[in-house]
């Protein structure tokens, strides 16, 4: 299924306005905020927002590629919401497998 690795992260500026509109925070820290609404699809995406101010170039990439990668190995797109990840400046800080064992936690344990 190497098709849908691409789909997750592809939203149009339609579907982003449904996103924010039924939106709920399900989660905040000093790291995230994960914003979870009933997915459009068949199956989750996942929208990552990055500000300038998180880091430079190569750090906010990297670390959507992480959370890209994340939501892909895990198959957290089989769970039906479409979620926006807002990371906050002290993500940068942490590690692969801490950003990991965060999402795992709270995305497989919400039940909307």
Same mark, same amino acid.
């Given at each position: ?35 979870? &609404? ?52 002290? &993500?940068?800080?942490? @590690? ?8 795992? @936690? ?7």
């Amino acid at each position: 299924m190497p098709s849908i690795a691409r789909q997750i992260t592809h939203f149009t500026k339609k579907e982003v306005d449904y996103l924010f509109e039924h939106a709920r925070r399900i989660f905040k820290n000093d790291a995230f905020v994960i914003l979870a &609404a009933p997915r459009q699809l068949l199956f989750g995406r996942v929208l990552i927002i990055t500000a300038k101010k998180v880091g430079n170039a190569p750090e906010r990439n990297k670390i959507r590629r992480q959370i890209k990668s994340i939501f892909y190995e895990e198959k957290l797109y089989q769970l039906p919401y479409d979620y926006a990840i807002i990371v906050k400046k002290s &993500a940068i800080a942490l @590690s692969f497998t801490e950003i990991k064992a965060l999402l795992i @936690s709270i995305l497989m344990h919400h039940k909307g």
